[in-house]
């Protein structure tokens, strides 16, 4: 071993960003799955064997592509990206729970493959910094591909940004919201037989939509712990969720319509709540000072809102994707610029 590999052995160097929390990236990546696996676990009480299926689809895919990475790295000796799984498995896990109950298999396995080759090994190769949400990028780059398809005889519908249902639907007004609302009203809990109106499907029991956001409630209870414990990026999350309530109470008043709904689709779909939570709060690819993250949180809600007005399937993740971009000028706002002390003129 010659002196500078000892010296590399010795000394790593810490790239900002980067933050002391009183326990190791190992400890945090188990903690991080363990509150995953709940909310796992009520999804597929509540969607049944396919969302358990997508979510053991991208978990399996996820592994496989790191263990070959892993196994390569070691047998050329090359240093070694991630010695532990934990990682690749919140990847995984995430992508599985963003993935829409209504997608195909393979989507899923695209987007698994996607983000640990590109967007996990990849990216912090090359950048030394994870400039964008692994999972969120992925599933915009596969959601563009896929949407290119419109333009062949037989389009993929499902998993486009711009699916053929969703460009029917009319958020704009009360009467075409309720009539939006059809699909949430599906949900019958079962055993008791009881069609739960779409409200409380959408905050209790969902059936359609984003795997990780079957129960929205268990997502912001499972969520909120996790900030506490785990030192995510609350303001992101507050400035989001209060910023989402307000813009659905906004519209709602306009538009004349139920503000319970409003506040129900608007914040409580999975593609927000899930999202809020699990993806806007990833450590590097979002602003570190606090007012950034304010910025950053009431920024994602309005784009997100935007979206959903417009009916784009994947709006919240568009919308956090374009925020990581803008990360790092984020980074600069409210940065705290160290200050000394001038001697004045003769040293006085």
């Not at 999804?43 to 064997?49: E, L, Q």
């Not at 993740?317 to 004045?344: C, M, Q, W």
Request: with cysteine.
């Amino acid at each position: 071993m010659n002196t500078d590999e000892v010296k590399f052995k010795e000394y790593q160097v810490v790239q900002p960003p980067h933050l002391y929390m009183g326990f190791t990236k190992d400890e945090l990546m188990l903690k991080t799955f363990f509150l995953l696996s709940i909310i796992a676990f009520a999804s597929v009480v509540i969607m049944g064997v396919n969302a358990f299926i997508h979510i053991i689809t991208a978990l399996g895919t996820v592994l496989i592509v790191h263990n070959l990475i892993h196994s390569y790295q070691k047998w050329k000796g090359y240093r070694i990206t991630y010695e532990s799984p934990t990682s690749p498995m919140v990847a995984g896990m995430i992508v599985g729970l963003s993935m829409p109950i209504a997608s195909t298999f393979e989507v899923t396995a695209g987007v698994a493959f996607i983000t640990i080759l590109v967007f996990k090994y990849g990216q912090g190769k090359y950048f030394q910094r994870k400039y964008l949400n692994p999972a969120a990028a992925a599933k915009v780059l596969l959601l563009l591909l896929l949407s290119i398809m419109l333009f062949f005889e037989n389009p993929l519908s499902t998993g486009m940004i711009f699916h053929p249902h969703h460009l029917e639907l009319n958020l704009f007004t009360n009467e075409g919201f309720i009539e939006s609302m059809w699909i949430f009203q599906r949900a019958v809990l079962p055993f008791l037989g009881i069609r739960l109106p779409a409200t409380q499907s959408l905050m209790f029991w969902q059936t359609h939509g984003w795997i990780g956001g079957a129960c929205g409630i268990l997502v912001l209870i499972v969520g909120a712990i996790g900030a506490y414990w785990l030192r995510y990026k609350w303001r992101i999350i507050v400035s989001s969720l209060i910023s989402m309530t307000l813009l659905s109470i906004t519209i709602a008043l306009l538009t004349g319509g139920d503000i319970l709904l409003r506040i129900a689709f608007h914040v409580f779909t999975g593609s927000f709540i899930f999202m809020v939570f699990f993806m806007a709060t990833e450590p590097q690819s979002t602003p570190m000072p606090g007012k950034s993250q304010y910025l950053f949180g009431i920024s994602l809600a309005i784009l997100t809102f935007i979206l959903q007005l417009f009916n784009v399937l994947g709006g919240s993740i568009i919308a956090l994707v374009l925020l990581n971009i803008a990360t790092p000028f984020l980074d600069k706002v409210g940065f705290k610029k160290p200050y000394g002390h001038r001697e004045s003129k003769g040293g006085k």
